[in-house]
């Protein structure tokens, strides 16, 4: 869907690498999807996408550097979701990361974020640096 | 027992129980005080058989898990053992994604792993 579509909600924003600025957009995307009659189950998976998309582009993009910014895109509609997060960091291949659910990384303490934003959009992108991610999560039937 | 900041925690028959008071497990202090307080139960108090109730917890980030696989980790060097319960079916859908359902030792609830416990 291109910019036709047809947002009940968006916002556009620069935000310091701080998650307390993460947790205010993420808390008003909730009260959006609500608004916007999406099922606790989709609210959860995009809760959780957003969660681990914004906190890596804060934590593993910038470093938690104070002169550095997280550019957040999110718009909610009636039956997609876009959340668009760009760091300043110097990005990362999320094909190099090592896969979680193998045996011999089952015990292995992270790397689990990327996995979890693939599992829960239907739709996810990274710019070729990767210090940008777009995901799109369609609602479910 | 005494609760703690994070962790609410009772014996039950020999078995620590110990239930997050936390909704929502994402934030990075959070997450240190419930490792602190937990490594305390194994490393100040002792103890070996605890069991996590996850019955308040509605969401909880990749970091949690981190940390949930480091405990986990914790109580079995110690030759001690960890089982969870309660676990909602969004939270479990995440253990299932992330196959932590393999690593972890998960019962229904109270009751189930108070009897897995006894063998």
Known sequence: MGDDNNWLWSTVETIPSDTGEGQRLIKELLTQLELAEWASHDSFGIHLAAEEAIVNAIKHGNKQDPNKSVHVDIRVGKQEVMIHITDEGPGFNPEAVPDPTLDENLDVPSGRGVMLIKAYMTDVQYNEQGNSVRMTKTKSN | ?119
């Open chain 2, 1 to 119: 027992m005494s609760d703690q900041k994070r962790l609410k925690i009772s014996d039950v028959d020999g078995v620590t129980v110990v239930e997050f008071k936390d909704r929502k497990i994402l934030d990075d202090i959070q997450i240190q005080e419930i490792g602190q307080e937990f490594s305390d139960l194994v490393e100040v108090d002792g103890k070996r058989t605890i069991l996590l109730n996850f019955s308040n917890v509605e969401f909880l980030s990749s970091s949690a898990l981190g940390k949930l696989i480091s405990l986990d980790k914790h109580v079995k060097q110690k030759d001690g053992t960890l089982k969870m319960s309660n676990i909602r079916p969004e939270i479990m859908e995440v253990f299932a994604i992330t196959r932590l359902n393999k690593l972890f030792d998960i019962k229904e609830d109270v009751p189930d792993a108070l009897a897995a416990f006894r063998g």
